[in-house]
């Protein structure tokens, strides 16, 4: 059974940044994509960005020129480097291993999430 453990979540002011770290127990090598969604209250969960096995790299469009997804092999680890926060970046982040490079499937792997609140 594969964990994945989410840290780096937090309150951060508009404009700031935070690191979010997606560790997994196994070699990230198996999975096809890993990623990042996101979840706001009442609203439905999204796609922030992914990174597939051969280190192609998707973005929401909301997040383009301001987050970056990066990977660490050695560490079995997936980052999210988020800048130039907004108030509506806010929401539960949640990491993701997936069997297949395109949308995740309820049936991939998933962390418990971390919260990111973005307000003065």
């Known amino acids: 059974q594969v964990q994945l453990v989410e840290s780096g979540g937090g309150l951060v002011q508009p404009g700031g940044s935070l690191r979010l770290s997606c560790a997994a127990s196994g070699s990230i090598f198996s999975f096809a994509a890993m990623g990042w969604y996101r979840q706001a209250p009442g609203k439905q969960r999204e796609l922030v960005a992914r990174i597939t096995n051969g280190g192609s790299t998707t973005y929401a469009d909301s997040v383009k020129g301001r987050f970056t997804i990066s990977r660490d092999t050695g560490k079995n680890t997936v980052y999210l480097e988020m800048n130039s926060l907004k108030p509506e970046d806010t929401a539960v982040y949640y990491c993701?291993?997936?069997?297949?490079?395109?949308?995740?499937?309820?049936?991939?792997?998933w962390g418990r999430g971390t919260q990111v609140t973005v307000s003065s």
């Open positions: 993701y291993a997936g069997s297949r490079v395109s949308s995740a499937l309820p049936s991939d792997y």
